[in-house]
């Protein structure tokens, strides 16, 4: 078994323990006296609705909502419609703004449709050349290496680009320095245009700027910037002009940087100029890491978005969806602000937040200056299964429902639309999601378009809201998902599904891919640059991976050995890592399977990556975070992790998170 198969097994098998943890929430808690207190659900709304009411009264902007690629499609679409409709905010946003939002803009700007692969994932082992930008699968991924096996026994060569080794199937690896992987796109194409390799997948405009943009770089200048071996980026080069089926797959790595979408976007020019863009096996796609990363940026939780991805901007989008929630078009409310600037609004411009599902006291960018916000608030609403660093925040928290405790679906990174089923009830007096979301907008006097009799009655809503959209689910049903699964659109119900959504003429305006060239501008190398990412053993902020003892790992720096040395950093010793943005102290581990001049930190722990990461540098397009690149000074401190205390107590029933080095 792979490495990414004991990855996968191990969590699969040991998330039946978070089911019925001791730390499980099954009763409200309000905070009372500065302490949060077991209430009823009666108490809890009427807080609610006495905190909230007279806020949406004259002041609806001034409430937040806060979502989570964790939830399921009903629940997004939910979300978005109760934040809407039911509150009259246009601050909706959520965590998944931190996952794909760079990939997301760029395929749609280029083509008008974003589905993170645009074919079914059994087209991987079709592909000869895989190139994996940032993607570190066997760890993040894993379901997808059994896809990257196959085409390696068929004969692919598999290259992983990436600042890290990491474990996996590839023959080659380029270690580049984080935040080029524009650099090396744009070299791959110039080479394709001088070696003769270019026929465009169908017409497209933009062609003459995107080659103009990367008319001036030479294989020399790029390996320099890069941080890489002439001949293994000539190697690269060579391999991509010889394969008749190239697959460019993207993970976090390119995309969670300031020029994000800008770099996603010189990976669709490479793919799309040298003509396989569309091609089964080859391409583009990016790599969506959460449980409902596609279906969760589909359906409204979005700040731009409609359900069926419908804009809030089209005015023919506004006014369909008007129409089917029964509300003037002119009640719909507009844009609101991306992620990261709501919790940056937080005790400001925005009163009272509502989070569901996410822990961005965490897993934000500056989570120091974000926990800040949040304590800023005038009231905090958490909805949630288990004790999270933001639930420990919150003025009102409501315990919600798991995965194994609600009926829904969920859309994969290929748009296959799949039904979860429920195994068991929730405990004690938790509810289920749907349920305390219409609790919500009937406790301010607003539940007149949140009355479903049962969950079938909202997940038909759901699948009729998104008829005409991009993202189209009409076609289903939950007894059409009984029979098995389908790729998005499904327009009807004898609709077979639509393994290949992008072909010409493509969802644009114009019908033409609209293609778009990036400057190729090679960033400034700071002494030593902080990346960040997952390991296997742990998963997002860790509200319920951290707490599994089946599921080990510790919060530490990886670093190359002769950049510890340059640092007088020994193996095990604790490292005082500094930023413009804040600081933490974490263990040493050396390892050559980091670039040097690079520090690894893992963002599954409090006082671990986010610490240091920027809260304020944003893709200008997608609004993504950059949490792939910073510049940190590190230097040898004593003792091991003084920044590491336990979470505050939640009630004396609760157990804190276990701290790093206590020995649980």
């Not at 995107?210 to 060579?238: I, N, Y």
Request: proline letters at 8%.
């Amino acid at each position: 078994m792979s490495g990414g198969g004991r990855h996968c097994l191990q969590k699969g098998l040991s998330a039946l323990s978070d089911l019925r943890h001791p730390d499980r929430l099954t009763t409200p808690l309000l905070r009372i006296d500065g302490e949060l207190r077991e209430v009823s659900w009666e108490t809890a709304l009427a807080a609610f609705a006495a905190r909230v009411g007279p806020l949406l009264d004259t002041s609806p902007a001034r409430l937040g909502v806060f979502g989570s690629g964790a939830l399921t499609n009903e629940k997004s679409y939910l979300l978005g419609k109760l934040a809407r409709v039911g509150f009259g905010t246009p601050n909706i946003d959520y965590n998944g703004r931190f996952c794909m939002s760079s990939a997301a803009t760029a395929m749609n700007r280029s083509f008008g449709l974003d589905r993170g692969l645009g074919f079914p994932l059994a087209d991987v082992a079709k592909a000869d050349l895989i190139l994996l930008f940032g993607a570190n699968i066997a760890e993040t991924l894993p379901p997808l290496m059994q896809f990257l096996k196959a085409a390696k026994d068929r004969g692919a060569t598999i290259v992983n680009i990436d600042p890290r080794s990491t474990p996996g199937l590839s023959q080659l690896h380029l270690n580049l320095y984080p935040g080029t992987d524009h650099l090396l796109a744009g070299l791959l194409l110039k080479l394709m245009g001088e070696w003769g390799r270019l026929r465009p997948s169908a017409p497209a405009d933009g062609q003459s700027e995107v080659l103009d943009s990367v008319a001036h770089l030479t294989p020399e200048q790029v390996a320099a910037a890069c941080g890489l071996d002439l001949d293994d980026v000539l190697k690269v080069a060579r391999l991509y002009a010889q394969a008749q089926h190239p697959l460019i797959l993207s993970g976090r790595g390119p995309e969670q940087q300031t020029n994000g979408t800008d770099t996603v976007s010189a990976l669709i020019n490479l793919a799309f100029l040298s003509g396989h863009f569309g091609k089964p096996g080859g391409g583009y796609g990016t790599l969506t890491g959460q449980g409902n990363g596609q279906g969760g940026r589909e359906h409204g939780q979005k700040n731009d978005q409609l359900p069926g991805y419908r804009h809030l901007n089209s005015p023919a989008d506004r006014a369909h969806m008007a129409a089917f929630w029964g509300v003037p078009e002119s009640a719909l409310p507009g844009v609101g602000k991306s992620a990261q600037e709501l919790l940056l609004s937080c005790g400001d411009e925005i009163e009272a937040l509502v989070v569901i599902g996410s822990n961005p006291a965490v897993s934000a960018p500056g989570a120091a200056l974000v926990r800040e916000k949040l304590a800023a608030l005038d009231f905090l609403v958490v909805i949630d299964v288990l004790p999270s660093e933001t639930a420990l925040m919150a003025d009102l928290v409501l315990p919600g429902s798991m995965w194994a405790e609600e009926e829904g679906t969920t859309t994969n990174l290929e748009g296959r639309v799949q039904r979860r089923r429920r195994a068991m009830t929730v405990p004690g007096l938790a509810r289920e999601d749907w349920r305390i979301l219409c609790d919500l907008a009937r406790a301010v006097g607003r539940g007149e378009k949140f009355q479903y009799s049962d969950f079938a009655a909202l997940q038909q809503e759901f699948f009729a809201a998104t008829a005409g959209g991009k993202a189209d689910y009409s076609g289903l049903s939950a007894e059409r998902l009984d029979t098995g699964t389908f790729q998005w659109p499904v327009p009807h119900a004898q609709h077979s599904g639509t393994p290949h959504p992008y072909f010409a003429p493509y969802a644009t305006a114009s019908g033409r891919a609209q293609l778009h060239a990036v400057q190729m501008s090679v960033p400034e190398r700071a002494p030593l640059t902080l990346t960040t990412g997952r390991i296997g053993n742990q998963y997002q902020s860790g509200t319920q991976s951290r707490r599994n003892p089946a599921l080990r790992g510790t919060p530490e720096v990886q670093m190359h050995p002769e950049t510890a040395r340059q640092h007088g950093i020994s193996h095990g010793q604790s490292v005082h890592l500094s930023g413009p943005h804040g600081e933490t102290v974490l263990p040493a581990q050396l390892t050559p399977k980091v670039r040097p001049g690079v520090a690894f930190v893992a963002f599954h722990w409090p006082g671990s990556a986010n610490e240091l990461t920027s809260a304020h540098a944003l893709d200008p397009y997608s609004r993504m975070p950059a949490f792939k690149s910073g510049a940190v000074g590190a230097s040898v401190q004593q003792p091991v992790l003084p920044g590491h205390s336990p979470p505050l107590r939640l009630l004396s029933a609760l157990t804190p998170l276990p701290v790093p080095g206590d020995g649980r």
